[in-house]
């Protein structure tokens, strides 16, 4: 199949280099504003070189598009796309406000391009493990969760970007941008979540961003609830952690390292395969499995898991954390 990238920033080298390991893929083009940053696709893979989304489109017909660009441009772009049959891979998030949600979700539905989103993570060996873990009923019962990121991004990371720090542009920060990964997975462990309360704050960059530097929220699902806390004013970027209280173990993970802790006192780390990035380690090891089974559902026709309703309840509570947020902590209501 035929793929194109647009937007040419860090993120879509991780998925040039996944295209170029599958078998069934082959990058024909890239696209970016700055030509000078889709040329060096040209250089190192092969493909040609545009300096527009519509440009792109017009001579060539990739099987499916590859959207990696700043955050406000994933729905219009993907508009764009699937109604000229053109199937999208879209970097997260797949929103950025209800409206654009309303607008992803008709495009999606008058297709006749298919839709998949990114969120690598679930394909971590960590993740698979627990999944599997609490499927088997060892773990008993989740009781309640946890879950952190303390990372850092400082003032030139906002200012440089050109549309980072911005409302309207990046859609919000520590949350939609640094820890949604983080926040599906609670989900993907403890399932619908039914309501959150948040709150946020700018502790480091005052006058700098208009977005958030730390998201505190408490999210109850059907069966438990959990603590989220998110902060870009950390020194470096530690590992984000998810913390599992199940009736017979606590479960931990941080990156591809799994800890069960026992109530009598015993811990363990089970074998875990230890893949590598092909980003940085802390975007998780998922990119390639997640890319390639997205291509393997287009082959065979199958529903590709993460299609805008395998990861709706995510964006959905992304969502509503940030008016509860703009709400003074208002419980917002996702029934």
């Known amino acids: 199949m035929k793929a194109a990238i647009v937007g040419c920033g860090n993120i879509a080298a991780v998925h040039a280099k996944s295209i170029s390991r599958l078998e069934e893929a082959e990058l024909l083009a890239a696209a970016d504003i700055r030509l000078e940053r889709a040329e060096k696709y040209t250089e190192e893979y092969g493909c040609r070189a545009y300096g527009s989304l519509e440009e792109m489109l017009e001579k060539e017909r990739p099987d499916v598009l590859h959207i990696c660009t700043p955050h ?62 609490l499927s088997s009923g ?42 949604i990964h983080t926040m599906d997975l609670l989900g993907v462990f403890l399932g619908k979540p039914v309501s959150v309360e948040a709150q946020t704050a700018n502790h480091h960059l005052p006058g700098v961003i208009e977005v958030e530097d730390m998201m505190e929220a408490y999210i109850r699902y ?28 606590v479960i931990r993970v941080e990156d591809l390292e799994v800890t069960l802790l026992y109530p009598d006192g015993r811990r363990e ?67």
């Open 72 to 133: 406000y441009l994933h729905v219009p772009m993907a508009e764009y796309a699937l109604k000229r049959g053109i199937h999208v891979f879209c970097e997260k998030p797949p929103v950025v406000s209800e409206e654009q949600l309303a607008a992803l979700e008709r495009a999606v539905a008058e297709g006749p391009g298919r839709a998949g989103f990114c969120f690598q993570n679930r394909y971590n060996p960590s993740v698979l493990f627990i999944r599997e873990l």
């Open 222 to 249: 059907e069966d438990a609830a959990a603590c989220f806390y998110a902060t870009t004013a950390y020194t470096e970027d530690a590992p984000p952690l998810i913390e599992l209280s199940c009736e017979n173990m």
């Open 269 to 335: 780390n089970p074998p875990i395969d230890r893949k590598q990035a092909l980003g940085k380690s802390y975007w998780g090891s998922g990119h390639l499995d997640c890319i390639s089974d997205f291509y393997r559902c287009l082959q065979t026709g199958e529903r590709f898991a993460q299609d805008l309703d395998g990861v709706r309840d995510t964006a959905r509570l992304m969502l509503a954390a940030y008016r509860s947020a703009g709400n003074g902590g208002r419980t917002e209501s996702l029934l």
């Open 138 to 179: 060892k773990a008993g019962k989740v009781k309640g969760a946890r879950g952190i990121v303390t990372w850092n991004r400082g003032e030139a990371y906002y200012t440089q970007s050109g549309w980072r720090g911005r409302l309207a542009t990046e859609g919000g920060g520590a949350l939609i941008n640094q820890s």
